[in-house]
């Protein structure tokens, strides 16, 4: 392969609700197309983001239990992974990711979950509901539209320089009230659908490889990869 790429898969043994996993087989399945090796870590408890070493991330959705063992430990990691967001570095986060890159997630009982307000996002609790259920939204920038399916106690509002990954067609999105769904920061998507996302999405995938072989690569001619046909799989 001529170019390779190192992920990060953050938390991957303990947020990988719904098969999220999926996400990085479907990443590793379109670079092979591009002439890349994608390669994957977990980097989970204990252990530090080393910014240096990873091209891109990938963070997955979880229960709130787990949710709040991870917001304790990525505390030790929110300066490598500001850093490494505000760089441009590339990534991907679904749902419990997604809440925790943000300020703070309200769980279902209540509790205060801290995030690392890398992105400046807060998340509350619905009483007693959870917006499940397929989704389709498109993107206004790309005219792209995605389809996903949607299970979340928490409604999240963006902030400054955040805009949604897309406007909602059909479903419930981040918050039911503002009729968006998702998050981008710099380089950085966020979203609540599962499904995988990227499985059902290659558009996504595509974009994703291009925004981490750009920045590690500056130099190359990537018109090759630009050119990849992505099929609709859904
Ligand atoms: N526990 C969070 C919520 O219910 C995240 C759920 C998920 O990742 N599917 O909102």
Do not use: W
């Amino acid at each position: 392969m001529k170019y390779s790429l190192k992920l990060a898969h953050l938390y991957g043994d303990l947020l990988n609700t719904y098969g999220d996993i999926g996400n990085i087989l479907t990443l590793q399945y379109y670079a092979k197309q591009m002439n890349v090796e994608l390669t994957a870590d977990v980097v989970s408890l204990e252990t530090p983001f080393d910014a240096q070493k990873y091209d891109l991330f990938f963070f997955g959705g979880g229960q709130d239990y787990e949710q709040m063992i991870v917001s304790q430990d990525i505390q030790q990691k929110k300066a490598a992974l500001t850093n490494f967001i505000e760089d441009g570095g590339p990534g991907l986060a679904i749902c419990g990711g997604f809440q925790l890159l943000g300020k703070y997630y309200i769980g279902a009982a209540g509790q205060r979950i801290d995030g690392i307000a890398a992105l400046p996002h807060y998340t509350n609790s619905q009483d007693n509901n959870r917006f499940i259920g397929d989704i389709t939204i498109k993107n206004s920038a790309s005219g792209q539209t995605y389809h996903g399916f949607e299970n979340h106690n928490g409604v999240t509002y963006l902030g400054e320089n955040e805009e949604p990954l897309g406007k909602v067609i059909s479903g419930h999105g981040n918050n039911g009230e503002d009729g968006g769904e998702g998050a981008i920061y710099n380089n950085v998507f966020c979203s609540y659908f599962h499904g995988p996302i990227l499985a059902r999405n290659g558009e996504l995938a595509k974009k994703l490889l291009l925004l981490a072989l750009k920045r590690k690569y500056p130099t190359a001619d990537l018109s090759e990869q630009e050119k990849l046909k992505i099929k609709p799989t859904y």
